[in-house]
T-cell receptor, first 111, second 115 residues
């Protein structure tokens, strides 16, 4: 069966520090991969999605970037974090027209 | 463009009573529709989906949803609420007729079931 791993679960980083959040999927090939951010426990904002290795689409201009170095690996990065980057980051995957499956999320606090 | 509206920030219901969480959508083509549930500090869990076929869709934990094309709605329902159903619920949509694969989510509705 398919599983998705997202780490770390929580992260506290100072302003101006770099960021790297990693997400990996097991049990499937060539998934669509997504990064969402959830602010204040409410709506989800799509940040990036990828339909294949090296193919990244950015939804919102911001301080973040994403990469997909392997088929089932999706990385969210920043060179210098801002206070406004704090939030709950969720990775997800899907195949075709099916539902998306989510990781457990990373709570990022920028201080 | 695709969008979802969940008009209620919170829904309160007594345990054992039926519950409804409302969702309306907007797509230029035909929709794929989804409901998810989120517990505190956790990822989203898939509940059910409408792809095609019967307008009444049954999902996990006794939940169901009815697709209404004329009203562009996909309300989540359960005949008898449990205290353990208390959580944050999200409706999501994807336009079947575009190449876009990402889901667009509503702002969420907090369901509070009182014992």
């Amino acid at each position: 069966s398919q599983t998705i791993h997202q780490w770390p679960a929580t992260l506290v980083q100072p302003v101006g520090s770099p960021l790297s959040l990693e997400c990996t999927v097991e049990g499937t090939s060539n998934p669509n991969l997504y990064w969402y951010r959830q602010a204040a426990g409410r709506g989800l904002q799509l940040l990036f999605y990828s339909v294949g290795i090296g193919q990244i689409s950015s939804e919102v201009p911001q301080n973040l970037s994403a990469s997909r170095p392997q088929d089932r690996q999706f990385i969210l990065s920043s060179k210098k974090l801002l206070l406004s980057d704090s939030g709950f980051y969720l990775c997800a995957w899907s195949i075709g027209s099916t539902e998306a499956f989510f990781g457990q999320g990373t709570r990022l606090t920028v201080v | 463009a695709q969008s979802v509206a969940q008009p209620e920030d919170q829904v309160n219901v007594a345990e054992g009573n039926p519950l409804t969480v409302k969702c309306t959508y907007s797509v230029s083509g035909n929709p794929y529709l989804f409901w998810y549930v989120q517990y505190p500090n956790r990822g989203l869990q898939f509940l059910l989906k409408y792809i095609t076929g019967d307008n009444l869709v049954k999902g996990s934990y006794g939940f169901e949803a009815e697709f209404n094309k004329s009203q562009t709605s996909f309300h989540l329902k359960k005949p008898s609420a449990l205290v353990s159903d208390s959580a944050l619920y999200f409706c999501a949509v994807r336009d079947k007729d575009t190449g876009r694969r990402a889901l667009t989510f509503g702002s969420g509705t907090r369901l509070q079931v009182q014992p």
